[in-house]
């Protein structure tokens, strides 16, 4: 028996079929159109539009062909996804470089409001990046395409249609940009009529595609009033703002401060630190780069130094503050030195050690170096010596050997050599003009915080005998000795940190408003590395010192195989400037005051052993150390009397995986929320008043149950033709009989499914 089609899902008026056909391709084209340009215009993206706009149309009428015909819809999907797979695969890395570009267009959009980190992006001719972004954004349109034909086609869901799209320009929205307005109007235009046709399909399943049709150039007349009525610049809204703020406190917090651009690959270095960021510290235990060496050792291995405090971050030079001394340029050299440099050319042997770091784990750009750097500017490819502050490594780049002479500490150093010497007293000059300021209040600070100091001192017979040793040394010095006198100084400031402050790793975040190192001399007294280090730069530019903010890793290099440097020996730092040597640093992190006596060549030297011995385990324990007692300072490990405990100050996730997550389970409640809203529509139809509309809509629902595996009875079929061609109102008595069948057909086709078509077909609705 030949089957009559009088669902919503068939048409029975002829040529209804070619107008949801046109209607669907109209809205699928705006859609896409709409979206990718509103997108690529919003964060300044500069490819080719009609490239762009071909392949938005030639997709569209690939799709609108896959989703409108079921039976090619799943084969198609695979074929597209092979395809489309197997040429990312190909071409991977031409699309990681077209990514990192076009990463470098949407950072530029939002580094101003989120200060996000920039990526170390490879330089190219306008042509070749033009060409090269325009290439990687055809191939993300094409899954772009698919999920979006999915969501108007076949979902016709405006808020699912709506979502896809927003997420690719909100952040620029939130960030005050302004997009093409054609195109933003194309996508509106275009939630106006999905919006209009979901509500027309409730009350007129068969006559929504012409109703939306219809709607067309009524709703294209209004965009058009609006767009002569609303003004062209764009001013984020309070809510906006608040939004950002409150999105870039999470993402800091989760992310700390190397932010959203620590995701791309060889990429993203955050050169100002948060400070208002700086609250409970966690960590994974995830590994971020790996080395080795044949000095076994302590190391520091520092990244970004930072400069200016601004009572809630540390932030670097401006470039232009280095173009007097030449550090501006592309060698970043004073009188062919760089000032990385500078103390390895006083040492007193002309040996080197070698360190081999691997950063296949990591996905920061900053190139971690030890001090006493002998390795020169034009001695490494693939590495810039950005300023005097960090180092970074190009795209790509996973392994390098860097030269350090660890024999050239303060207590050994001789005298540079001519030249050299020439390039530190230029240098020197500049250190002291931006290495030494103060914030204006920062006396006041100093105050409070040695009253509570004499305090402690007055109750603590035992403390104040320490300090008042340790401030003899200092005092024995003065005048100032070459070194020493610096030295000592930091040392003892390190101690006074230690008796006024417990380190916390649980230390809460700052309250807004309020000076960091102020709140955490003279309010919290707890803190970690990013505490004691700030404050400790802060002390010692008071008592006439240079010294900056550093942010790296701190590890022990063994003596046989290759260590693991994990988020947890993360650690901040401080370095002061010694005339005629250059940077050196100083941890002010209890316990373990300086570790000057400790570390004097920079590293924790291992003891001797056999050479037959078995080599030891790198890894080092990944839990959180206890917390330090409030009564009494927190005591030094016996092994390594002056060590500072390595402790977090950054954290990455193991996998950038879970950054799909959310969205994914956006995604799942969206669909949810769909499921269960057509399954209620459709209880609604099926039991509403009119037998005759209950039973055309129950052979509807079977006709959609074909596809998974029902099947229609005869008794449905007369059932539905009666129904929709007799001039009789049908009973309740058929109501309940047709109704009965839909519940058959719909238990067999649920028993023929396996477990995932089950979870398919129960997000679709039915």
């Not at 959310?662 to 209880?683: M, W």
């Not at 519940?743 to 129960?762: T, V």
Request: proline share 7%.
């Amino acid at each position: 028996m030949k089957r009559v089609k009088i669902s919503d899902w068939s048409l029975a008026v002829p040529g209804r079929d070619a107008v949801r056909v046109a209607v669907d391709g109209i809205l699928l084209l705006l859609t896409l159109w709409g979206t990718v340009f509103t997108a690529v215009s919003a964060y300044g993206i500069e490819a080719d539009a009609l490239w762009l706009g071909s392949v938005c149309l030639l997709l569209c009428a690939l799709y609108l062909f896959l989703f409108s015909w079921p039976r090619a819809m799943l084969p198609g999907a695979i074929l597209i996804a092979v395809l489309w797979g197997t040429a990312l695969w190909l071409k991977r890395d031409v699309m990681l470089n077209g990514a990192l570009q076009i990463a470098g267009y949407v950072l530029g959009t939002l580094a101003e409001v989120f200060e996000v980190g920039m990526p170390v992006i490879p330089d190219m001719s306008a042509a070749a990046r033009r060409e090269l972004v325009t290439w990687t954004l055809s191939m993300a349109v094409i899954p772009l395409g698919g999920f979006l034909g999915w969501s108007v086609i076949r979902a016709r869901s405006p808020a699912l249609t709506l979502l896809l799209s927003l997420l690719l320009f909100l952040p620029a929205l939130l960030a005050g940009a302004l997009p093409d307005w054609l195109s933003l109007m194309a996508l509106t235009f275009c939630y106006c009529l999905l919006l209009l046709a979901s509500l027309s399909a409730r009350h007129d399943p068969r006559g929504s595609a012409r109703f939306t049709l219809l709607c067309m150039p009524f709703a294209a007349l209004l965009l058009g009033a609006l767009t002569l009525l609303i003004p062209k610049t764009y001013t984020a809204p309070q809510w906006a703002g608040t939004f950002r703020a409150r999105t870039e406190e999470i993402a800091a917090s989760l992310m700390d401060n190397n932010s959203l651009g620590s995701l791309l690959p060889g990429g993203a270095v955050e050169t100002t630190v948060r400070l208002d960021c700086a609250g409970p510290r966690q960590f994974t235990g995830q590994t971020v780069f790996t080395v080795s060496g044949d000095t076994p050792g302590r190391v520091y291995l520092r990244g970004v130094s930072s400069a200016s405090y601004t009572g809630s971050a540390w932030e670097p030079l401006e470039d232009d503050d280095y173009a007097e001394i030449g550090l501006d340029g592309d060698n970043n050299l004073i009188h062919g030195v760089s000032p990385f440099n500078l103390p390895s050319l006083t040492a007193s042997e002309p040996d080197y050690s070698e360190l081999r770091i691997d950063y296949s784990n990591s996905l920061s750009g900053c190139m971690y170096a030890p001090y006493q750097l002998a390795t020169a500017p034009d001695e490494i490819e693939g590495v810039t010596f950005q300023n005097d502050s960090w180092l970074s490594r190009r795209f790509g780049i996973q392994q390098k050997n860097l030269f350090y002479r660890p024999d050239a500490a303060p207590e050994s150093a001789m005298l540079l050599p001519r030249t050299a010497a020439g390039a530190e007293e230029v240098y020197r000059k500049f250190v002291y003009d931006n290495y030494t300021s103060l914030p204006s209040d920062f006396q006041q600070t100093v105050d409070r915080w040695e009253q509570r100091l004499n305090q402690i001192l007055e109750e603590n017979p035992e403390a104040q005998a320490r300090a008042m040793e340790s401030w003899g040394n200092v005092i024995r010095l003065y005048p100032p000795g070459r070194y020493d006198h610096p030295l000592l100084l930091a040392d003892w400031y390190a101690l006074l940190l230690e008796l006024t402050s417990k380190y916390d790793l649980d230390t809460p975040y700052t309250p807004d408003g309020a000076d960091f190192v102020d709140y955490f001399l003279n309010e919290s007294h707890r803190g970690y590395c990013v505490h004691f280090a700030s404050a400790g730069v802060l002390l010692m530019r008071a008592s006439g010192v240079p010294a900056r903010y550093v942010e790296g890793y701190t590890t022990v290099v063994p003596k046989f195989g290759t260590a693991s440097v994990l988020d947890s020996d993360a650690h901040a730092w401080v370095e002061i400037y010694l005339d005629g040597y250059g940077w050196y640093p100083v941890d002010m992190t209890p316990p373990g005051g300086t570790g000057i006596e400790a570390h004097s060549t920079l590293g924790e030297k291992l003891p001797d052993e056999p050479e037959t011995d078995p080599p030891e385990d790198s890894k080092k324990d990944t839990e959180e150390p206890p917390k330090p007692d409030l009564d009494k300072p927190e005591p030094t490990p016996p092994s390594t009397p002056n060590t500072p405990q390595p402790e977090v100050i950054q954290t990455k996730p193991r996998s950038v995986l879970w950054l799909w997550i959310p969205p994914l389970l956006l995604a799942l409640a969206v669909l949810s929320a769909q499921s269960a809203l057509r399954r209620e529509l459709l209880d609604r139809r099926l039991n509403a008043p009119g037998c005759n509309r209950a039973v055309i809509a129950a052979y509807g629902y079977m006709e959609r149950l074909v596809r998974w595996g029902g099947n229609i009875e005869p008794e449905a079929i007369s059932l539905a033709q009666r129904a929709k061609f007799s001039q009789h109102a049908l009973t309740e008595a058929e109501r309940a009989q047709m109704l009965s069948l839909a519940d058959s057909q719909r238990e067999r086709a649920w028993e023929s499914m396996s477990k995932w078509r089950r979870l398919l077909f129960w997000l679709s609705g039915l």
